[in-house]
């Protein structure tokens, strides 16, 4: 069955490291989207593709990047670590830009 | 500036007990609303949208645009109605970026 995954579920770093989370997806969608859940703010969008080599910011991209290669995988950057990202980050996918979005499991990511 | 408002962060009601989950958005266009769920240990997943008028799970939620709200309703909560509620909104112009509001815990008690 096609589905959404992302790696890892759980994450633990430290202040300045760079982290990538992994989000890939088996349903050949051009669209993928990057979110960021916090209490008191759902989720909130950072970034989100709509095929490869097309990538866009979102409402909270400061300090993040992500990069298309592929139809199947859009990998989440955070260049340098900072206490604030700490935070749960989901993926999601849609065949088209304003279909229903199919969202991954959520890395649970902690910056010390 | 486009914004989802649930005022709620949580609600509590017992089993068969009607159910109004709020939300009220802003944005000068005609947006399209949603209503995502996320049940303990699940994925977040859509509920239902405004366009495709269905109910989903016995819950239903009407477009107002005169008082901008999408709220969602149920006549008579179930327990496994438990979970968390988000209200989005995506702009027009087929972009599908949502915006979420800050999410209601419903809470069934038996």
Known sequence: DAEITQSPRHKITETGRQVTLACHQTWNHNNMFWYRQDLGHGLRLIHYSYGVQDTNKGEVSDGYSVSRSNTEDLPLTLESAASSQTSVYFCASSEAPADTQYFGPGTRLTVL | ?110
């Open chain 2, 1 to 110: 500036a486009q914004r989802v408002t649930q005022p709620e962060k949580l609600l509590s009601v017992f089993k068969g007990a009607p159910v109004e989950l709020k939300c009220n958005y802003s944005y000068s266009g005609s947006p399209e609303l949603f209503w995502y769920v996320q049940y303990s240990r699940q994925r977040l997943q859509l509920l239902l949208r405004h366009i495709s008028r269905e109910s989903i799970k016995g819950f239903t939620a009407d477009l107002n645009k005169g008082e901008t709200s999408f709220h969602l309703k149920k006549p008579f909560a179930q327990e496994e109605d438990s979970a968390m509620y988000y209200c989005a909104l995506t702009p027009s112009g087929n972009t599908g970026k949502l915006i979420f509001g800050q999410g209601t815990t419903l809470q069934v008690k038996p």
